[in-house]
């Protein structure tokens, strides 16, 4: 935890979870009627639950999952380059995922996001961030062996 890079990925896996933990919106249907909208699924108010969006928590997981194991490959940093932008992908296709859903599922509903939504995005930030500190921790043992 002494490179910063580090922190940038922490804090992307615990944003990971947080994401997972919490409702991504709800869809309020005509009669008022509202459906809570999960990574992992859909609660109607009767308590019934849709596992349709299961794949959105499996994002996640993978996301956070990543984070933590690029920490510990602070050895190999063209490969934690490789991990952080894979990560920077799947926060991508996190965003696709949640939009394809929001349509698929949607029906005559209205869909009403949660401040959740934000929480990838800033992740995103966080990787690119942990990227740039990364080439320039390569650039500087790069410097070092050419002094020898």
């Known amino acids: 935890m002494q490179r910063i890079q580090s922190v940038y990925l922490l804090i992307v896996a615990i944003l990971s979870v947080i994401v997972i ?3 991504i919106g709800s869809f309020v249907g005509t009669d008022n009627s509202i459906t809570e909208f999960t990574n992992l699924s859909l609660i109607a108010q009767d308590g019934t639950e849709n596992y349709e969006p299961w794949a959105l928590f499996a994002i996640q997981i993978i996301s956070a999952i ?3 194991v690029t920490i510990f490959i602070y050895k190999k940093r063209m490969l934690q380059i490789r991990f952080t932008l894979f990560n920077i992908i799947l926060a991508i296709g996190y965003y696709v995922a949640v939009v394809a859903f929001v349509f698929m ?5 209205t869909f009403v996001p949660s401040w959740i939504v934000c929480l990838p995005f800033i992740g995103i930030v966080l990787d690119w961030l942990a990227i740039r500190a990364i080439g320039k921790d390569e650039m500087l043992v790069k410097a070092y062996e050419r002094l020898r």
């Open 21 to 23: 933990s919490n409702p």
């Open 66 to 68: 990543i984070s933590l």
């Open 105 to 109: 599922l949607k029906g005559d509903a």
